[in-house]
């Protein structure tokens, strides 16, 4: 079971390019969370999604990024036009769907990806 | 906006001494979790304890819960110097949206 695996691990782009972060939760594993972390702050929540259903986005940005988990593959955040404040590391969590049922979440983090706009 | 916020925000303590780091939270909860960040890794579970309970151990953890003041605590017993890392609380809402606190960074003395 190799868990919540993320890449890229570091990402560099410079300002106008898009960066694309992926997420292949652990087996079985049905909810996907994607959180933003800036040195030394907390974990910002950005989205939670479920296979093809977005179920809360109300911590992303309205322009400029957006979230998926499709069918088969990977959850991906999607950041278009990145600009220097979007340099931050990026983790993204997952959790099973009898978890999520009874209210019980129990997040198993990946490493994350950390984003560096030039 | 954060819906956790840990006090202290650094803590150093000498080794064998315990720790005790404290969240406080805004809204209704299903429940809260207590996660670990060793520097530059991602969170690692650690004890959750849920809206209806009060009182939760494991091994060298103990976490309260008082919902009446929406404020819960980890004490880590006998601190060695592998427990030093970030701490967060993170609250559970009834949506399932999970929000985490600021963090408390705990550093262990030899």
């Known amino acids: 079971n190799a868990g919540v695996m993320q890449n890229p691990r570091h990402l560099v782009r410079r300002r106008g390019q898009e960066a694309r972060l992926r997420c292949s939760p652990m087996k079985g594993h049905s909810h996907v969370y994607w959180y933003r972390q800036l040195p030394e702050e907390g974990l910002k929540f950005m989205v939670y999604?479920?296979?093809?259903?977005?179920?809360?986005e109300s911590g992303m940005p309205k322009e400029r990024f957006s979230a998926e988990f499709p069918k088969e593959g990977p959850s991906i955040l999607r950041i278009q036009q990145v600009v220097r404040g979007d340099s931050a590391a990026y983790f993204c969590?997952?959790?099973?769907?009898?978890?999520?049922?009874?209210?019980?979440?129990?997040?198993?983090f990946g490493a994350g990806s950390r984003l560096t706009v030039l | 906006s954060q819906q956790g916020e840990e006090d202290p925000q650094a803590l150093s303590i000498q080794e064998g001494e315990n720790a005790t780091m404290n969240c406080s939270y805004k809204t209704s909860i299903n429940n809260l979790q207590w996660y670990r960040q060793n520097s530059g890794r991602g969170l690692v579970h650690l004890i959750l304890i849920r809206s209806n309970e009060r009182e939760k151990h494991s091994g060298r953890l103990r976490v309260t819960l008082d919902t009446s003041k929406k404020s819960s605590s980890l004490l880590i017993t006998a601190s060695r110097a592998a427990d030093t890392a970030s701490y967060f609380c993170a609250t559970v809402l009834r949506d399932d949206k999970i929000i985490f606190g600021k963090g408390t960074r705990l550093h262990i003395l030899p």
């Open positions: 969590a997952s959790s099973p769907p009898d978890q999520a049922a009874s209210g019980a979440n129990v997040l198993t």
């Open positions: 999604l479920q296979k093809e259903n977005i179920i809360d």
